[in-house]
């Protein structure tokens, strides 16, 4: 099975700043890698697929980079509502396996 | 907007059975793979399964397999998730989602609780 490992697992930051989160493949994924986000009691949203791929309707402050084994996730300048669980995922193998979660919240 | 609206969830005993079920409108729910995601309370999201268009193939995670079997009705429009031999680890909320590899829409969840 492919694992993926998110850093940070927690992060404070302000509104404004600038967010980057890093997620690796324990294996080679080409770019066959999805970011969601989940707010507090709500279902988990896509965000980015293939590793680069803005989701419809998604703001453009969130992009996604990275192939092989080194992704990451950046918020060009964090809103309120960006406060939240970031999860990365594979798509590469079966199983479909996510990492973690980063946990972004207020400073 | 693609709707996803889960339902079955419940209290269910160790060792019990359960089926939770993913009714699916406004899409073409016949022409896309869909999958069951889970998550524990205050944990992680966890694949369970997927399921091809015509029900030709399905894939599991292989901790769960023998115990989990997703199955759909395309005429229903509706998504299923069978569940045996509960124990207090399958304790989660259970998504249906579209895709079987990116999942682009979630519906709002079942909370499956065992215990006794």
């Known amino acids: 099975d492919v694992q993926m490992t998110q850093s940070p697992s927690s992060l404070s930051a302000s509104v404004g700043d600038r967010v980057t989160i890093t997620c690796r493949a324990s294996?080679?994924?080409?770019?066959?890698i999805n970011w969601y986000q989940q707010s507090p009691g709500k279902a988990p949203k896509l965000l980015i697929h293939?590793?680069?791929t803005l989701h419809a309707g998604v703001p453009s402050r969130f992009s996604g980079s990275g192939s092989g084994t080194e992704f990451t996730l950046t918020i060009s300048s964090l809103q309120p509502e960006d406060f939240a669980t970031y999860y990365c995922?594979?798509?590469?193998?079966?199983?479909?396996?996510f990492g973690p979660g980063t946990k972004v919240d207020i400073k | 907007e693609v709707q996803l609206v889960e339902s079955g969830g419940g209290l269910v005993q160790p060792g019990g059975s359960l089926r939770v079920s993913c009714a699916a409108s406004?899409?073409?729910?016949?022409?896309?793979?869909m999958s069951w995601v889970r998550q524990a309370p205050g944990k992680g999201l966890e694949w369970v399964a997927n399921i091809k268009p015509d029900g030709s193939e399905k894939y599991y995670v292989d901790s769960l397999k023998g115990r989990f079997t997703i199955s759909r009705d395309n005429a229903k429009n509706s998504l299923y998730l069978q569940i045996s031999s509960l124990t207090a680890e399958d304790t989660a909320v259970y998504y249906c989602?579209?895709?079987?590899?990116?999942?682009?829409?979630w519906g709002q969840g079942t909370l499956v609780t065992v215990s006794s």
């Open positions: 989602v579209t895709g079987g590899g990116v999942f682009s829409s």
């Open positions: 995922q594979q798509n590469y193998s079966i199983p479909r396996t």
């Open positions: 406004k899409f073409s729910f016949s022409s896309v793979w």
């Open positions: 294996q080679t994924i080409n770019t066959n």
């Open positions: 293939a590793a680069s």
